[in-house]
């Protein structure tokens, strides 16, 4: 299967400080997803975009969280003003093109927030 | 809201032995994939298995099995022949357009 790489693999940051979490798919990709798993907690939706744009998210992506794919190859998610409670592994999910169902994660990246 | 039940938190099975991991879901959709996925304590997230829900067949990929009933919305993992390496979190995964869903996790424990 086509695999996904995340960078970076342990990101270690202020309260405060903006973050960016990286996803780099294989190119033909057109869906792509994040998700968080706070430690000892269950892996939760975050958003999904298709087409370079948002199409859908949950009420914990807010304003403070942003996407964008700026290059056609990385997706990132961007984490403006970090809270202890963003510590969490961030996992970036890539969909087929034509097959919104099926998703195939990458190895995730572990955001710590001092 | 629909939901991934997996009803075993916690399970642990003897090194050589068979196990099986419960998981029952809700979707109002028929076209869903339904995903077994494992995380060490890497906490990297591994394809386990996957199953389209169109397909009658069970899928099954080396040791790893699953048991779908698409009536009961059931999908069982089985693991047979269990190894020290299968020590893990195990969550099902229900995949809609759109985002995946997760179950709260089962986490396996093989004995030596």
């Known amino acids: 299967e086509p695999e996904v790489t995340q960078t970076p693999s342990h990101q270690v940051t202020q309260m405060g400080q903006e973050v960016i979490l990286r996803c780099v798919p294989i190119s033909n990709h057109l869906y792509f997803y994040w998700y968080r798993q706070i430690l000892g907690q269950k892996v939760e939706f975050l958003v999904s975009f298709y087409n370079n744009e948002i199409s859908e998210k949950s009420e914990i992506f807010d304003d403070q969280f942003s996407v964008e794919r700026p290059d056609g190859s990385n997706f990132t998610l961007k984490i403006r003003s970090t809270k202890l409670e963003d510590s969490a592994m961030y996992f970036c999910?890539?969909?087929?093109?034509?097959?919104?169902?099926?998703?195939?994660f990458g190895p995730g990246t572990r955001l710590t927030v001092l | 809201a629909q939901t991934v039940t997996q009803s075993q938190p916690e399970m642990s099975v003897q090194e050589a032995e068979t196990v099986t991991l419960s998981c029952t879901y809700d979707t109002s959709e028929s076209n869903y994939y339904l995903f077994w996925y494992k995380q060490p304590p890497s906490r990297q997230m591994i394809l386990v298995i996957r199953q389209e829900a169109y397909k009658q067949q069970n899928a099954t990929e080396n040791r790893f099995s699953v048991n779908f009933q698409k009536a009961a919305k059931s999908f069982s993992l089985k693991i047979s022949d269990s190894q020290l390496g299968d020590t893990a979190m195990y969550f099902c995964?229900?995949?809609?357009?759109?985002?995946?869903?997760f179950g709260d996790g089962t986490t396996l424990t093989v004995k030596p």
């Open positions: 995964v229900r995949a809609n357009a759109g985002k995946s869903t």
């Open positions: 999910a890539r969909g087929l093109a034509g097959d919104l169902a099926e998703q195939f």
